[in-house]
T-cell receptor, first 115, second 112 residues
């Protein structure tokens, strides 16, 4: 497809379980971002990839959260030992170069519910 | 600290009227970018308009314009001739480094 694709669209998991959220960016986009959006809030930055490397992971809340982008395209956000407070919509975005004025294109998000 | 403030939780406007959504920002950087995104109930974030900190002209994109007042650190979005399809959440965002920092958003409701 032409846009950013995120799978699954919805994920329900039990507290303590491990989850993986996938993002397929727009082809050719070198920059990829993960955000978390809680109900009634704006998206909160988690991590930024430029190519295969995490250029900025300052937004990851703790060491239960990890993300990879091994081939510079698809990215996976991994959450270990999930907690109820991790419930949110996880948004992925990509942009052509990641420069300051570059428009970021967002996927429709994965709604994670931890029960 | 970098921060975006949107003080209007909700705004109501009638079809065909203009509406202004407020946004103020805080940064000590001289070079930054300001964005507005629309988020309908479907959840995706739709890019509307961008203003660079060194741009002297206010950005415009169709019915959207950004009222950029650098000294006041404000970047208000003006939507002219509102349409029912404009009903959504609107986020102001700022890029300083590598990431976008978002405000809490304003819910716009357009009635006929």
């Amino acid at each position: 497809g032409a846009g950013v694709s995120q799978t699954p669209s919805n994920k329900v998991t039990e507290k303590g379980k491990y989850v993986e959220l996938r993002c397929d960016p727009i082809s050719g986009h070198t920059a990829l971002y993960w955000y978390r959006q809680s109900l009634g809030q704006g998206p909160e930055f988690l991590i930024y990839f430029q190519g295969t490397g995490a250029a900025d992971d300052s937004g990851l809340p703790n060491d239960r959260f990890f993300a990879v982008r091994p081939e510079g395209s698809v990215s996976t956000l991994k959450i270990q030992r999930t907690e109820r407070g991790d419930s949110a919509v996880y948004l992925c975005a990509s942009s052509l170069t990641g420069g300051r004025g570059t428009e970021a294109f967002f996927g429709q998000g994965t709604r994670l519910t931890v029960v | 600290a970098q921060k975006i403030t949107q003080t209007q939780p909700g705004m109501f406007v009638q079809e065909k009227e203009a509406v202004t959504l407020d946004c103020t920002y805080d940064t000590s950087d001289q070079s930054y970018g300001l964005f507005w995104y629309k988020q309908p109930s479907s959840g995706e974030m739709i890019f509307l308009i961008y203003q660079g900190s060194y741009d002297e002209q206010n950005a415009t994109e169709g019915r959207y314009s950004l009222n950029f007042q650098k000294a006041r650190k404000s970047a208000n979005l003006v939507i002219s001739a509102s349409q029912l399809g404009d009903s959504a959440m609107y986020f102001c965002a700022m890029s300083v480094g590598t990431a976008l920092i978002f405000g809490k958003g304003t819910t716009l409701s357009v009635s006929s």
